[in-house]
């Protein structure tokens, strides 16, 4: 029966981002657990590589091109899944791009851009999908959020910080709106996942990998496998009463209280109760 909850056999998946990191796990995850992929990206290197992987496991995996702040390609996108599969029962809304800068630098271009990939075109990708879900009376989003979407980063994320506090209150909505059809949708927020453009910018500043770790108790970054049990839960029925949900992905960032003492337990003694 356990197994049976979490088994995706037969269902098709979409995911954002597919070609690298979060996108790619969740990708390989679903397709592991039994899932046929759609696979979304503009990195269509990356994206082939992850559609080899995926077919390799025995399961089709379907690589569209595609920039995921143009409404006009997510909806062709959506159509070629109606064309080559028929229905959609996971959308997994994993890529989008933030532009850093101060608030008082920061151009309203880049602002605007960031909500573009972040917030209008995932809006558009849940708006085809729930569509599609709701007709079929089931079916899964999982939008990926950050530890932005409810808290503040400094370092420059004012816009990007905005746009996931949209998204955090997208999921939320369309979570009630759509709940009564048969469709959930929930948002995961990681906390710092290790990838190339944040292995970049640790390089470019010596403090920042240590700084990321004094607020993770769990002792070490993130890894894009880490959302890959969470990806296959949220996909699966073993979720079928979760939606709206805001769930952190973080080693215990959000719990721990910023004066709290992380990972120093030598020479802490405990005390019996009598």
Request: glycine content about 12%; charged content about 20%.
């Amino acid at each position: 029966m356990p197994a049976k909850l979490f088994d995706l056999s037969g269902r098709v998946a979409l995911v954002s981002g597919a070609a690298s990191g979060l996108g790619r796990a969740m990708s390989i995850a679903l397709a592991e657990a039994g899932a046929d992929l759609v696979l979304a990206d503009v990195n269509e290197t990356g994206m082939n590589l992850t559609a080899q992987q995926i077919n390799q496991l025995g399961r089709r995996a379907l690589p569209v091109t595609c920039n995921v702040s143009d409404p006009k390609q997510i909806r062709a996108l959506f159509s070629q899944v109606d064309r080559e599969f028929g229905r959609i029962d996971f959308v997994g809304n994993v890529a989008g791009e933030g532009i850093l800068g101060r608030p008082e630098e920061i151009s309203l271009d880049d602002v605007e851009q960031t909500w573009r990939n972040l917030v209008y075109g995932r809006f558009c990708s849940c708006q085809e999908a729930g569509r599609r879900m709701l007709a079929a009376g089931r079916g899964s989003i999982v939008n990926i959020g950050s530890l932005a979407s409810i808290t503040a980063l400094g370092r420059g994320h004012i816009a990007y910080s905005m746009a996931m506090g949209a998204v955090a209150q997208m999921t939320r909505e369309l979570s009630t709106e759509w709940a009564g059809g048969g469709v959930r949708v929930n948002a995961i927020l990681p906390a710092q996942v290790v990838n190339p453009s944040l292995e970049k910018r640790m390089a470019a500043d010596s403090k920042l990998h240590s700084q990321f770790l004094s607020g993770i108790p769990a002792g070490r970054l993130g890894h894009p496998d880490d959302i890959k049990g969470l990806a296959v839960f949220l996909a699966s029925d073993a979720s079928s009463w979760i939606t709206g949900a805001l769930i952190p992905m973080d080693g215990g960032n959000l719990a721990a209280n910023a004066g709290a003492t992380i990972g120093q337990r030598s020479g802490v003694r405990s005390q019996k109760s009598e």
